[in-house]
């Protein structure tokens, strides 16, 4: 199996990194709003899925998703540009 620690952006810019086993469906709950989606969905934003990373188990998942919480907004838009020269330098 497969896991996903991907990264939504709403209108407003806000990010929001969180982690499943099958991506198509959790961008479908965040989409329907259903009461699986966040709650940063749910508050009516609109949203896009802007990055994604695959993971063979979900430990290593919850490991980067942790991480990934962790880091600077300027070092996540780096990522997200695929900037690694400023990534490795933030």
Known sequence: ??????????????????????LN???KQ???KTKKAA?????GKEFKLIY?????TRLEAMRREKQ??????????????GNLKLLKKL
Do not use: C, H, P
């Open 30 to 32: 965040q989409i329907r």
């Open 68 to 81: 990934l919480k962790g880091w600077t907004r300027a070092k996540k838009e780096a990522l997200i540009r």
């Open 1 to 22: 199996m497969r896991y996903f620690v991907y990264i939504l952006k709403d209108t407003q810019n806000n990010l929001y990194i969180g982690q499943t086993n099958n």
């Open 25 to 27: 469906s959790r961008e």
């Open 52 to 56: 994604y990373e695959v993971y063979k």
């Open 39 to 43: 709650k940063f969905i749910k508050d």
